[in-house]
């Protein structure tokens, strides 16, 4: 079957969009059963400043989950189809500002505990598992016994990370996981800009033949399949009119925010330096007004006044 690849933004919005469809993949790779969902794209927009009015956009989803045993969850997903170094400092930046948001729940605003999912569409070089799970354990260091309890306090701090490699993934389809990931498998191609792929495989249960439902219709309808198409034409036009890919803008902007931390700092040196001065002028200043006084009594004293 001819299906879109699911990790174009346009696509993957496509398939979040539905309620089945988030509770499976958020599930799956959390290997817990999710009893509600609601997932909010943020769509961050990227202008250029030469007037010619391109702009390209960027979607980061957020998915508040509900979990079987009643815990609430913020869970970070993020796609990432090539490697910048600079992408490093973004996903920290957003990391960084998520963790200051308070959410929403039932009209209250609550702090939640956060988990990131990454899919990257590059290798780690030094990691050949296509999944892995970064988790964290609560560990006695007095007695380096594992501690099973959680605290809220520190589940609030810190958080869990899961990180997909999507060149990683092998055509196996035997557990619930590789179902999932044989979706996001990134072969059996039909077009050079890796678009469209046939899946080949059998979907064997109703929320996987969903998904696979969902993006066989935004690859074969024609409506649907521009926007990805124009997702990929957007960011070839940025390349070949400004020089830079979207991840080299956000680098270059990340630079530039650096540049002024900098310039800030030694700003703030500089005014340091001043403060010192002023401070040892004032000082100089003052020991000279107290000889100046004691000059001034020795000549009352040997009545040279």
């Given at each position: 079957?001819i299906?879109?690849?699911?990790?174009?933004?346009?696509?993957?919005?496509?398939?979040?969009?539905?309620?089945?469809?988030?509770?499976?993949f958020?599930g799956?790779?959390?290997?817990e059963?999710i009893?509600?969902?609601?997932?909010?794209?943020q769509?961050?927009?990227?202008?250029?400043?030469?007037?010619?009015?391109?702009?390209?956009?960027?979607?980061?989803?957020?998915?508040?989950?509900?979990?079987?045993?009643?815990?609430?969850?913020?869970?970070l997903?993020?796609?990432?189809?090539?490697?910048?170094?600079?992408?490093l400092?973004?996903?920290?930046?957003?990391?960084?500002?998520?963790?200051?948001?308070q959410?929403e729940v039932?009209?209250?605003?609550?702090?939640?505990?956060?988990v990131?999912?990454y899919?990257?569409?590059?290798?780690?070089?030094?990691?050949?598992?296509?999944?892995?799970?970064?988790?964290?354990?609560?560990?006695?260091?007095?007695?380096?016994?594992?501690?099973?309890?959680?605290?809220?306090f520190i589940?609030?701090?810190?958080?869990?990370?899961?990180?997909?490699q999507?060149?990683?993934?092998?055509?196996?389809?035997?557990t619930k996981l590789?179902?999932?990931?044989?979706?996001?498998?990134?072969?059996y191609?039909?077009?050079?800009?890796?678009?469209?792929?046939?899946?080949?495989?059998?979907?064997?249960n109703?929320?996987?033949?969903?998904?696979?439902?969902?993006?066989?219709y935004?690859?074969?309808?024609?409506?649907?399949?521009?926007?990805?198409?124009?997702?990929?034409?957007v960011?070839?036009v940025f390349?070949?009119?400004?020089g830079?890919?979207?991840?080299?803008?956000?680098?270059?902007?990340?630079?530039?925010?650096?540049?002024?931390?900098?310039?800030?700092?030694?700003l703030?040196e500089?005014?340091?330096?001043l403060?010192e001065?002023?401070?040892?002028?004032?000082?100089k200043?003052?020991?000279?007004?107290?000889?100046?006084?004691?000059?001034?009594?020795?000549?009352?004293?040997?009545?040279?006044?």
């Amino acid at each position: 079957m001819i299906i879109a690849n699911p990790i174009y933004d346009v696509a993957f919005k496509f398939l979040m969009d539905d309620d089945r469809v988030a509770k499976f993949f958020i599930g799956t790779i959390l290997e817990e059963q999710i009893e509600d969902v609601s997932v909010k794209p943020q769509e961050l927009v990227y202008k250029d400043e030469s007037g010619a009015g391109f702009a390209i956009f960027r979607l980061d989803f957020i998915a508040t989950v509900r979990t079987a045993d009643g815990e609430l969850k913020k869970v970070l997903i993020e796609i990432q189809k090539a490697k910048n170094a600079i992408d490093l400092m973004r996903f920290r930046r957003y990391l960084g500002e998520q963790y200051k948001k308070q959410d929403e729940v039932n009209g209250k605003k609550v702090v939640l505990p956060i988990v990131t999912i990454y899919l990257l569409g590059f290798n780690l070089p030094e990691i050949e598992s296509c999944v892995v799970k970064v988790n964290r354990q609560y560990v006695d260091l007095e007695t380096h016994e594992i501690l099973h309890k959680k605290s809220e306090f520190i589940e609030k701090l810190s958080h869990d990370c899961y990180v997909v490699q999507l060149g990683r993934i092998k055509s196996k389809f035997q557990t619930k996981l590789d179902k999932l990931l044989s979706v996001f498998e990134q072969n059996y191609f039909f077009d050079e800009n890796k678009i469209l792929k046939e899946y080949k495989h059998e979907a064997d249960n109703p929320s996987l033949a969903l998904m696979i439902n969902k993006l066989h219709y935004m690859g074969t309808e024609p409506l649907e399949k521009k926007k990805i198409e124009d997702e990929e034409e957007v960011h070839r036009v940025f390349e070949v009119f400004f020089g830079a890919t979207l991840q080299e803008l956000e680098g270059k902007i990340a630079q530039k925010e650096k540049a002024l931390e900098e310039k800030d700092k030694a700003l703030g040196e500089k005014d340091k330096v001043l403060e010192e001065k002023d401070k040892v002028l004032e000082e100089k200043n003052k020991a000279l007004e107290e000889n100046a006084k004691l000059i001034e009594e020795l000549k009352r004293k040997l009545g040279l006044d």
